[in-house]
């Protein structure tokens, strides 16, 4: 039975990429899946008005509601699914997990967001949507303003 520790942190967006996966990959093996969900993270703001059980109750909202959205699809093929709500550090996390059910493939499926880095949830694991060749927007706008500002001086 194969190991795997599936990040995710929106359901939809999981369940596509889990579409795409399925396409890719021919064989189907029954899996063992962690199903580690990360929730969203609450502004300073929004943390100063709601007490720690109002938020902890959310939280446990939240992941009842992934649940309910994903574990149908994992658990088809007679798979079996460990849920986990994820808290403190990914790469903590990963690595208790992986002391716990022994060699697992770690499978990022947060969705990626513009301008905010997703942290590592393996050290050997890009977060998804970042490369080595990724530019701030501020520098690729300075950028275009200056090829503007050429062509508009010639």
Known sequence: MEKVILYVDDPAYAREFLARMAASQADVLVRHWVLVACAPRMTHRISKWV?????????????????????????????????????????????????????????????????????????????????????PGAVVGMGALLLLANELSE
């Open 51 to 135: 007490s720690h059980s109002a938020r902890e109750n959310w939280r446990s909202k939240w992941f009842a509601k992934v649940q309910e959205q994903l574990l149908p699809l994992l658990q088809a093929r007679a798979s079996q699914v460990t849920p986990v709500l994820a808290k403190g550090p990914l790469t903590d996390l990963t690595k208790r997990l992986k002391l716990e059910h022994g060699a697992a493939q770690v499978i990022d499926a947060r969705r990626p967001k513009v301008g905010v880095d997703l942290e590592p949830v393996a050290p050997d694991v890009a977060p998804p949507g970042q490369s080595s060749w990724a530019l």
